[in-house]
């Protein structure tokens, strides 16, 4: 996206010219070795087309995600909006409610079969393994619950 003051050519330009720097320093030292094995085994022409068309390939492709990034750019305040939206449909739905419900009324786990511990004469549950338990719960149909 261009910044202001810049072209859409100057602001192309500019990405590509940090996408290759980015290439070089994050693709070159897994692509070596790659290499270097194409160099010992004699291929010594191979071994630079091989180079050059792996980045020429990805340098297509950020010329190709340049203006993708930038639609991007203006639909996320409306994508962030409707994900919230969304998620406050589902705070608020009856689906919500009859989760929870089932979450409150699923039996407290044992000591025996979910590894609570003896404190004071009663049971303190495995915090870890009761969340489990209750995320199993939520997803369950309300007459399914054990």
């Known amino acids: 996206m261009p910044m202001s003051?810049?072209?859409?050519?100057?602001?192309?330009?500019?990405?590509?010219?940090?996408?290759?720097v980015m290439m070089a320093a994050m693709m070159l030292p897994?692509?070596?070795?790659?290499?270097?094995?194409?160099?010992?085994?004699?291929?010594g022409w191979v071994t630079a087309v091989v180079g050059?068309?792996?980045?020429?390939?990805w340098t297509v492709f950020?010329?190709?995600?340049?203006?993708?990034?930038?639609?991007?750019?203006?639909?996320?305040?409306?994508?962030?909006g409707v994900v919230v939206l969304m998620a406050g449909f589902l705070q608020l739905s009856g689906w919500k409610a009859r989760q929870l419900a089932c979450c409150r009324a699923a039996p407290v786990p044992c000591r025996a079969s979910h590894g609570g511990r003896r404190l004071g004469g009663g049971v303190v549950p495995n915090r870890a393994?009761?969340?489990?338990?209750?995320?199993?719960?939520?997803?369950l149909p309300p007459n399914e619950n054990p």
């Open 129 to 139: 393994r009761s969340r489990t338990r209750m995320t199993y719960y939520a997803w």
């Open 5 to 20: 003051g810049h072209t859409w050519l100057g602001a192309a330009a500019s990405f590509l010219g940090m996408w290759v």
């Open 62 to 80: 950020g010329m190709a995600a340049f203006p993708l990034s930038a639609a991007l750019a203006r639909a996320t305040p409306i994508v962030v």
């Open 30 to 43: 897994s692509l070596i070795p790659t290499l270097w094995r194409y160099r010992q085994a004699g291929l």
């Open 52 to 57: 050059v068309g792996y980045f020429f390939v």
